[in-house]
Structure formats: C-alpha cells, structure tokens
C-alpha cells in the first residue's frame, strides 16, 4: 500500500521520500496500477501519471491519450474493474511524460433521458477536476472537443503574504480583466491578458481601491453562441459560462504555458498582494456551459448528468440561472466538488475571496425549492481553509428567488447589496419619496442587516458590469443595445437612469456639467456609506459604453476601457481618489467605533434641520451622521445630500463650544475639494447647498 500524503507531498512538487511504485498490469501498452483514489484528476507523481475520476452511473471508463492538439488518440486505456472502488475510478500510468499527452475521457453506461441518464459512450469528455484545458490558448479560436492537460504546481510564493484586509476596510474594484487593457490606449506591453493587469498595479495604488474583483478566470469558450451581427463579431465575452472550474482561463495569458498553465495568473496575484490589494474572484457555480438538452456535450452530462444538473421529474433541466441548466449544489457530490475548487483556488492561488454568480441557487434543493439552511453554504462558511476567505453572495436569481438582507450566512457571507443600488440610484436622479430609503442605505443598510450581527454583510455599488456605467447612467434614459442583436429586448429596462436633459454624446456644456456633478455626487455618497463599497473598472474617468447596458457579448470598443478618457477626465480620476483616500482617512464611516466623547450616537439622520428628517414624498434632502471615538480622536463625518433641482438651506447638528463644521467636500464647484489637502470652509450657522449637490462636513477644532 503507497502513503496517500507521500502522493499528496509528490503532488506539490516535495516529496518527502522517494516513492516506490510497482506496476501490476498492461494495458495498451502501458504499465499501470491502481492509483491514489482521493486525489482527483490527473496528477504527475514520480514514474508516471496518477489518473483519478468518479462517476455513479456508468458502466465502464476509458482514458483517452492524444499528442498535444491532435484530434484522435494515440492511445486507449481501459479501467479494469478491480482499478474502481465505489464510484471512483484510479490509475497509474507509468512512463508518461506530461509535456507530451493530452487527456479525456469516454464512459459507457444506460441511456434513460426521461431520468436523466444520459450516458454515450462515443463521446469524448473533459475532466471535470482538470486544471488546464488545452486549444483555449488564443482567443477567438474554434475547436471540436475539449482536451486536459497536466500542470506542474511549482510556482513559488516565496514570502507572498495575504494582504488580510478587514471587510470593512475593503474598497472593492470590479473589473474584466480583458477589456481592462485591450484598447490601445492602454499603453501595456501585453494588452488583455493578466501580465497586463499586472503593468496597471501603480494606477490602481494610486486610485485607492485595495481589493480587485475579477470577472470570471475560469474556463470558458468565448466561441460559445458565437456570431455575427452588424459586421461585428460577437462572442461570449463575459465569460459567465464555464467550462471547467478549476481551470484558469489561458486566453488571458499572455504567453504560452504548457504544463504551467495558471502561472501568469499567480504572478499577478503575487504582485497584488504585495502591494496590498486583494483579488477577489467571480465564480459562476450556479450552471456550465452545458446548456439544456439540445446544448452542447462535453462534461458533466457524460459523467453523472442526473447528479450534477437540477432535473425535472421528466429529465428535462430547470433552468434557474437562465442559461439553460442549474447546477445541482447541494447533492453531496457537487457539494465536494464545489468547495475542493474553492480550496484548489485558495490554496495553490492565494485567492482572498469569491464573489458568488447567482448565488441563490446555491440555496436551493435538489427540487429546486429553498432550503433555511443549505448544506453546501454552511460548510462553505465553516470550512477550515476557507477560514479568512471574503464570501460573497448575488443573493438572487433567475428564477425569482431574491435574498438581499435574508440570504443564509452564518455570519460569514456577505451580499451584494441590490437594494442599495435601486435606492441610491432612485434618490439621487430626485425621484420621490426616498429620504428616509437612501438615509437607511448611506447608515449601512440596518434594515436589512441587524447591527452587531451582520456589520460587514453589505457590499454597497452604484454600478457594476450588469448595467450602465456610472457615465452612461447620466447619460441615458433607455438602454441601447441594438449591437447585441436582439433588437434591443435584452438587458434590464428599469434602469433608473436620467439624461440629464439630452439622450447621448452632447455638446451641451450644461448638460455636460450636471452629467460631472451627478457622477461625483455617486461617488462621494457611495465612499461614505457604511458597508464595503464596490466601484466599477473606469467609472472613475467617466467609461462609456455608448448606452449599451448590457455588452456581454462585445469584445471591441463598447466593453474596452478607453484610457485616453483619463486624461480628458482627470478630475474626475482626482476625485474619486480622493474620496477613496478620505474614506480610509474616516474610520466613523465603515465601522462603529467606541462612543463619541460628544454623546452623539453612531449613525443619525437629519434633514434640512438637525435631527428632523422628512419622509415626505416631497422632501429629496438628508444628512447622515457617523460619530465615534478611534483611539483618543473623535471622529466625526457629516454628508449631506440635496437632490432636489433647486437650492436648499441645511442646518447640521450643532457642534460643541471647542467644534466646528469643516467644509471637506462640495460637488457643486467643479474644484469639489482642496487640492492642497485643506478645507474648502468653514461652517458658521446653516448652509446654503446647490441643486443635486452633495457636501461632507467633519468636526474639527476650532483656531
């Protein structure tokens, strides 16, 4: 019997003795043996190749070999019986060389579609544990079937040390990381790829975020429902369609990895973390790019379809993602898979957190009805190196299931706020009836998350890449997504959006103006809320992608950060930097600190007059204030916001004989802050405040 850590030590490139490996049979020409039964996938270990897979329903298994890119293989190895125990299969091949095979499978098991039993044994099927699939290296790039390739794990992480940065403390940049630097205008060495998210590390220290959130790295088939439309080539830019969960996605390395594949990707993590941000990955467990019945083959319907896919009665998938098929998470299978991926990323990775893809479906029974307590969530959030991982949830789904404020988390998930997002949108474009909403929203969402319990639950956002951009948001009343070729139908229609009075590009230097003011009113308020503030990738210098509010499909100019807009909109860019820094300058604002010397509470609402905030339909002005105590300094912030079209006066709390109102911030000069890193004033009594405008106030002493 072969010492299962001695394999596991192999793995990871650290053998802590050697392994002595005797093969016991022949099988087309290969030596083999029985493999190591716990390790999924297909690991190098001394001699050989350890191949490892499980399946409840087939009948027999075949390991197919191919020469690297070729179409047929030069060898087939059949698993004897005696190589299964239960339902997994394990073998040894001696004598292979990782740099020269390719891997897939074949099973052979009933076919019964009307139970989901969907077994065929001609067709060839991707490891669902591999971690790298080959023919995905160049974007754009068709290929008939998918392929596995062995990686090496020998990247080192040297003295590589999580960055650990308290949710609180997070200010959260979402972003794609090939549109990041495809244009041009990006002016990197290796534009799209993950080395030239990596050349960007100096703008994003410079802007202030300290964690990046990632669409999805796994791999997907950008060639998925590829087509034409208009002259343009549409793929499935995106990515929300997975292929393989433990594989990154090779498109966006800039060089070819063979056998390393995932290494350009540790690099840039490595880099992050030293220089303090944290990466954040989205992942999409809620459906594969299987589809439904009449979708393509490749996976996990050849492996165990009935298990891993949400079935109806009749065989055919529920559909709660909306792309045709619904993971089925809390089967105990898909359960191990999910979080051996979720370790996998962690572990050889160093990833500090997730951001789960409709993460509702996570929550839902095998029926598809909601549980209370899920399994798979519970032993997510209690799982031991998951231990200091952020989990975050899209607490809703396709299906109808919307969890924002009750989503099941043991007190380790948090949630992208959605709520916060309709209401600050809504309240700040003036729509009525939403102070004491937006009051609630800005104060950490206590209505939704209880004080105490669930402090750090609420990621608070704007925009992100569903939707407008924060540019386009004051730029467009409807949605124009006529490139897509759906005849403008897809994407959301409730946008709360406003055009400021002209719909589009326009010359109009007023419109132009209001459009700048609105934007920085989203910021300001949006840096000084209570909750993990969540910015997206180029709202910071104005990003347009021409109203499009949906361009999952667009690989050009609509998706692609121009960053000539950087310098047409550098203050822009100034400003939200300094909201970022003036954030974690305030630690009143993300978090409750011991009590106030003044007596004030934490968090209070106010109006147009201290203490008296209207919730009248016809009132589109509040004032947040967060008061606490941070070692010996009181620290006190005061946002104000008026959204109504026309000038209002506002009377903060009065301060104490020793205090006064410093004015920091006002969104109605163009010069919104001090440059120089004073004050702009000082408050004596009430204070005028502009139309849409938004001014911060702190509590200094007086000269």
């Known amino acids: 019997m072969v010492n299962t850590n001695n394999a596991i030590s192999a793995q ?8 002595h490996l005797v093969p016991l049979d022949n099988i087309g020409g290969y030596d083999v043996r029985p493999g190591f039964y716990e390790i999924n996938g ?10 490892t897979v499980h399946t409840s329903g087939a009948t ?21 019986e005696h190589y299964r125990i239960g339902n997994v299969y394990s073998m040894i091949v001696f004598g292979l060389n990782m740099n020269y095979f390719e891997y897939a499978y074949r099973l052979n098991g009933p076919y019964e579609p009307e139970k989901g039993i969907v077994f065929d044994k001609d067709s060839i099927l991707l490891d669902p544990y591999a971690k790298a699939v080959t023919g995905q290296q160049d974007w754009g790039y068709r290929h008939n079937f998918y392929k596995a390739r062995v990686v090496e794990n020998s990247f080192d992480w040297r003295a590589v040390k999580a960055p650990l940065i308290p949710m609180e403390d997070l200010i959260v940049y979402e972003m794609h990381v090939r549109g990041f630097t495809m244009h041009e205008s990006s002016g990197v060495n290796c534009p799209g790829t993950f080395a030239g998210l990596k050349e960007k590390i100096p703008y994003l220290k410079e802007l202030g975020v300290n964690a990046v959130e990632l ?17 343009a080539q549409l793929y499935d830019y995106w990515g929300y369609n997975p292929v393989c969960f433990f594989a990154p996605n090779t498109s966006y390395a800039w060089k070819k990895e063979h056998n390393s594949e995932g290494n350009e990707l540790k690099e840039l993590i490595a880099a992050l973390s030293d220089n303090g941000i944290e990466v954040i990955l989205d992942v999409v467990f809620n459906h594969t790019s299987e589809g439904n019945e009449h979708g393509p083959f490749f996976s996990f319907k050849g492996f165990d379809n009935n298990v891993y896919y949400m079935l109806t009665p009749d065989g055919k998938y529920y559909n709660f993602s909306g792309c045709g098929n619904t993971l089925n998470c809390n089967h105990p299978v898909v359960q191990q898979m999910i979080l051996e991926c979720l370790r996998h990323w962690v572990i050889n990775y160093r990833v500090d957190g997730f951001r789960f893809d409709l993460a509702s479906i996570l929550g839902r029974n095998e029926d598809g009805s909601p549980m209370s307590k899920p399994p798979l969530l519970q032993s997510l959030a209690f799982d031991p190196i998951l231990g ?15 969890q924002v404020g009750s989503f099941p988390s043991w007190n380790r998930w948090a949630e992208w706020n959605g709520k916060y997002r309709d209401d600050m949108r809504a309240f700040l474009k003036g729509d009525g009836g939403l ?17 105490g319990k669930r402090d750090n639950a609420s990621v608070n956002f704007i925009t992100c890449h569903d939707g407008f951009t924060l540019n386009d948001l004051y730029s467009y009343n409807h949605k124009h997504n006529e490139p897509n070729g759906w005849n403008n139908t897809d994407g959301h229609n409730d946008n709360r959006s406003w055009n400021c009075g002209e719909e589009g590009e326009t010359s109009n230097g007023e419109v132009l103006a209001l459009r700048r003011k609105l934007m920085k009113n989203a910021f300001a308020v949006l840096l000084c809320s209570r909750g993990t503030p969540m910015l997206l990738a180029g709202d910071e210098f104005c990003n347009t992608q021409f109203g499009n509010n949906n361009p999952y499909c667009q690989d050009n100019e609509i998706s692609w950060l121009n960053w000539d807009d950087l310098e047409k909109n550098r203050d822009m860019f100034e400003f939200a930097k300094h909201m970022t820094a003036f954030r974690k300058k305030h630690p009143a604002i993300s978090r409750r600190l011991e009590p106030c010397s003044y007596g004030f509470p934490d968090v209070s609402f106010h109006g147009e007059r201290a203490w008296e905030l209207d919730e009248g339909c016809d009132n589109h002005t509040i004032g947040v204030m967060f008061a606490g105590k941070a ?11 008026n959204a109504y079209w026309e000038e209002k006066i506002i009377h903060p709390p009065q ?6 109102w410093r004015v920091e911030v006002d969104t109605s000069y163009e010069d919104s802050f001090d440059k120089d890193g004073g004050i702009l004033g000082v408050l004596h009594g009430g204070m005028n405040m502009s139309p849409r405008s938004v001014c911060i106030l702190t509590a200094g002493l007086k000269d």
Do not use: Q
């Not at 690991?43 to 190749?49: D, E, L, S």
């Open 655 to 660: 301060l104490p004989d020793d205090l006064c």
């Open 12 to 19: 990871h490139g650290k053998t802590a003795r050697k392994i």
């Open 60 to 80: 027999s298994c075949e390991l197919l070999l191919f020469k690297p890119y070729a179409e047929k293989p030069y060898a087939t190895l059949k698993f004897p």
């Open 215 to 231: 669409m999805p790295v796994f791999e997907f088939d950008e060639m998925r429902d590829n087509r034409k439309h208009g002259g």
């Open 631 to 641: 070692g010996d300094v009181d620290d006190i912030v005061y946002i104000a916001v």
């Open 435 to 451: 102070a004491k909403a937006a009051a609630i929203r800005i104060a950490g969402s206590p209505d939704l998350y209880i004080p």
């Open 42 to 51: 297909a690991t190098a270990i001394p001699y050989g190749i350890n191949f």
């Open 388 to 402: 200091r991982v952020k989990l975050i949830a899209e607490a809703w789904d396709a299906g109808g299931l919307y």
